[in-house]
């Protein structure tokens, strides 16, 4: 089915809390004082969000132009876990199974944060 192939990969068990688990309190105390992990965790955004930015320059917004940048990066390190990048790079389909804007947004906001060898390859020279 087409509908699988966007399907996201759950994360494995016992590796998150369970929301169930959690009270209101349990929040409050989160925001009250940066953790070590709370710190870590933020720089992991802020890096994500950097290789996001490189990724995305020099593409000019246009979506075919980020799907082939997102594709090159899949394909020399890895960094997706994406059944339609997969699929498009292993059968040459590459412009048919481009997604939307929005779902190659998505995509990019779970990619894993990249070195900073890797968003120095992705900068225009």
């Known amino acids: ?3 699988d192939i966007d399907a996201i990969t ?6 998150a809390t369970s929301i169930e688990t959690m009270s209101p309190m349990d929040d409050l105390r989160a925001t009250r004082s940066a953790s070590p992990s709370s710190l870590r965790s933020s720089l992991d955004i802020s890096r994500r969000r950097a290789s996001v930015k490189a990724l995305e320059e020099g593409t ?3 979506p075919e132009r980020l799907w082939m940048r997102m ?4 394909q020399k ?3 997706y876990n994406s059944a339609r990048m997969s699929a498009a790079l292993s059968s040459g389909n590459i412009s048919i199974l481009r997604p ?4 190659l947004d998505l995509l990019n906001e779970h990619m894993s944060a990249l070195p900073e060898t890797v968003i120095d390859w992705l900068r225009p020279n």
């Open 1 to 3: 089915m087409m509908d």
């Open 10 to 15: 759950p994360c494995p068990l016992g590796s």
């Open 60 to 62: 000019g917004g246009d």
């Open 71 to 74: 594709l090159a990066l899949q």
């Open 77 to 79: 390190f890895g960094c």
């Open 100 to 103: 939307s804007k929005a779902c």
